[in-house]
């Protein structure tokens, strides 16, 4: 049987105390500290002598003490254990616990936890990863290990990405987002949190006034916070981001930055529309300040072509761009990228360096060939049609059981619904019912900032089946 512990014993041949009392206290110390937990194996006693260089009689005597105390019990044929119940350890033991001062996260929340297979899942707008081209990564990612050069690989790369993705992402964005991209200003992330988070803490100082959509993305607000910036809340509506609000609070207050989610706001999923776009811009250079566009699921737009990227506008030059491939390949494929004016992300580049030396390369190599050879354009074509779909089962789906309930307009695109309820409720009491009901749904009281109640839910439509949306729809729609 394999005994894991790694004996820690330390004897003193000139210490009064014997030397069998001494192996004894040692191993009581160890179960005390919680190295060895009740049920685990102790070495056999010719083992421990040899370990700690003493005759096997001198461990003999130890064990037989433990057994006799309690502290360790014998199982026939199968060894020596520590006991399954302990004496009762003496109250007035002393444990010296750490005393130093550090930053408290625990009031940063995830948007929804993960959940149990078996629940009809209404996640934020998650992509459906039984549709992720599995097969073509693995055979890339085989590929590249097969390189006689692979052992280059292997080494430190650039803390910006893997050249060769960072080369494909520019060409992407030239060419279907039409944007002005030179892959020496991409900096690959793992994700566009990330993406996100390094786009903050190179950009804001304690103090520093950032406006954010209301409702908005609770993840970038803690963001900003987290860094130190004092939040102004910008309202949303049918248009997307009220840049007259905006532009009274430009007056009064000295704004370093403006988060925004334009293609498809985030939670409402409303697109902002041209006329808006091009009065951001303009503010944005007028009063000096930075836009940050959070583009996570620029692909999937439905009602007509893409809206193109703030950052796409000659005019735009404080625009920083934020985008992920994990919305269009799978959530665990974590490659996010940000770009924008050059001595930024140069800056931005050096912050990534000290906080995550460089990303996965074997990951952002196969990624880059599966944009080269076309494979995952081939992928966002069926994804899209078939969330194009969903869409429209979803649609149908809350005309037939919510009805005059509930108040909506069918997204141009993303993946999710913005329901409104007729009447007032708790979105966190109507989670926790719906969960006793196998559906689970994030609560959106904490995407309001401002402490108002949005009386709403996001629900993401695209990683669920026709069969499971009509099922969670329906049991929305008997539990309100």
């Known amino acids: 049987m394999l005994r894991p512990w790694k004996t820690i014993l330390t004897l003193d041949f000139g210490n009064k105390l014997a030397v069998y009392r001494q192996i004894a206290e040692g191993i009581i110390a160890e179960i005390r500290k919680g190295r060895l937990k009740p049920g685990t194996a102790l070495p056999g006693t010719r083992v421990l002598a040899e370990d700690i260089g003493v005759n096997r009689k001198t461990v003999v005597l130890a064990y037989d003490a433990l057994i006799a105390e309690g502290w360790l019990e014998t199982a026939d044929k199968k ?14 033991q002393t444990n010296a616990g750490s005393n130093f001062q550090f930053n408290n996260h625990s009031n940063i929340e995830t948007l929804q936890a993960r959940t149990p297979s078996s629940l009809i899942t209404f996640n934020d707008g998650l992509p459906d990863v039984r549709l992720a081209p599995m097969d073509e990564l693995a055979k890339a990612y085989k590929r590249i290990f097969q390189q006689k050069t692979r052992w280059r690989m292997m080494g430190y790369g650039h803390e910006q990405g893997d050249e060769r993705l960072r080369v494909a992402l520019a060409d992407m964005l030239s060419h279907k987002r039409g944007m002005t991209a030179n892959f020496a200003n ?17 950009l804001i100082k304690t103090g520093d006034y950032v406006a954010m959509e209301c409702p908005g993305y609770l993840p970038a607000w803690q963001t900003f916070k987290n860094a130190g910036a004092q939040m102004i809340t910008v309202n949303v509506d049918e248009k997307g981001l009220v840049v007259d609000e905006l532009e009274q ?8 930055a403006v988060y925004v989610t334009p293609h498809h706001q985030f939670p409402t999923a409303v697109s902002m529309k041209v006329e808006r776009r091009l009065k951001l811009i303009e503010l ?12 996570y699921d620029h692909e999937y737009h439905f009602e007509t072509k893409s809206l193109l990227p703030l950052a796409s506008e000659v005019q735009a030059v404080n625009v920083i761009y934020i985008s992920s491939l994990s919305k269009l390949v799978a959530p665990a494929v974590r490659i996010g990228y940000v770009t924008g004016p050059a001595e930024f992300i140069s800056s931005l580049s050096q912050l990534r360096s000290i906080i995550d030396r460089q990303g996965d390369v074997i990951m952002e190599q196969a990624i880059a060939e599966l944009m080269e050879n076309g494979a995952i354009n081939r992928h966002a074509k069926r994804a ?11 649609d149908q789906n ?41 559906v689970s749904v994030m609560s959106t009281e904490r995407f309001s900032f401002d402490g108002k109640s949005l009386n709403a839910l996001r629900l993401g439509y695209a990683s669920l089946t026709a069969a499971e949306l009509e099922e969670g729809i329906r049991t929305i729609a008997s539990v309100i």
């Open 249 to 256: 609070i430009c007056k009064v207050k000295r704004l370093k």
């Open 384 to 394: 899209y049609n078939v969330y194009k779909e969903r869409r429209e089962v979803m």
């Open 186 to 202: 991409i900096c690959i992330t793992r994700g566009s949190q990330m993406a996100l988070y390094l786009t903050v803490n190179t």
């Open 398 to 438: 809350l005309r037939r059981y919510l009805g005059d309930r509930i108040t909506y307009r069918k997204p141009e695109g993303g993946l999710a619904f913005w329901i409104k309820f007729n009447h007032e409720l708790s979105t966190e009491m109507l989670s926790s019912q719906l969960l006793k009901k196998g």
């Open 284 to 295: 944005s250079n007028r009063y000096g300040f930075a836009i940050i566009e959070d583009d």
């Open 79 to 92: 060894g020596t254990f520590v006991s399954a119940e302990l004496p009762k350890l003496k109250t007035t």
